[in-house]
């Protein structure tokens, strides 16, 4: 148990971190931009397309993350009134359901980026596979998280892996 709960954390901070250095990038981009566009009426070019390739790996770490933290979208009005044994399994059913989705996008996913990826974004040059491979990455991180919140389930009572 402890060993999934450390390995948890450790892909959660590295994630993280990722993230932090995306949003800083992204924070300073815009600043620069808005700064350039009214002040000077100039811009950077492939400015825009950055902060959207940006956008696009920082929405597919964070969604692996909020599934890893048990944060993502879920309404526990009712599963809340279940004995505990009986949220652990919707719980177990819910993390299978969106490793199944997760699973099935990748293999989608894959085949997307093999037959359009090869083409290049328009400012920046950059092959489409690049941003698009985002798409496998997140979704193998998802399922990734959600195989160490079954296990921890199995393994504990405790709920909250984050918890120290």
């Known amino acids: 148990m402890k060993r999934i709960n450390r390995f948890t954390k450790a892909l959660t901070?590295?994630?993280e971190g990722i993230i932090t250095i995306f949003f800083f990038g992204m924070l300073i981009l815009v600043i620069l931009l808005v700064i350039l566009r009214y002040v000077f009426n100039a811009t950077i070019i492939g400015g825009n397309e950055a902060l959207r390739f940006l956008f696009i790996y920082t929405s597919a770490f964070g969604a692996a993350?909020?599934?890893g933290k048990r944060q993502h979208i879920k309404i526990s009005v009712l599963l809340q009134r279940l004995p505990t044994?009986?949220?652990k399994i919707i719980d177990v059913l819910n993390h299978i359901l969106i490793m199944?989705?997760?699973g099935y996008l990748v293999v989608l996913s894959i085949t997307w980026?093999?037959?359009v990826g090869y083409f290049q974004s328009p400012v920046l040059r950059i092959p489409?596979?690049?941003v698009q491979v985002s798409i496998p990455i997140g979704c193998s991180l998802l399922i990734l998280y959600g195989i160490c919140n079954?296990?921890?389930d199995f393994l504990s009572t405790n709920k909250d892996i984050f918890r120290d």
Do not use: Y
């Open 13 to 15: 901070t590295f994630l």
């Open 85 to 87: 044994q009986a949220q």
């Open 113 to 115: 980026i093999s037959s």
């Open 150 to 152: 079954i296990i921890a």
């Open 100 to 102: 199944i989705l997760n």
């Open 65 to 67: 993350i909020a599934v």
């Open 128 to 130: 489409r596979g690049v």
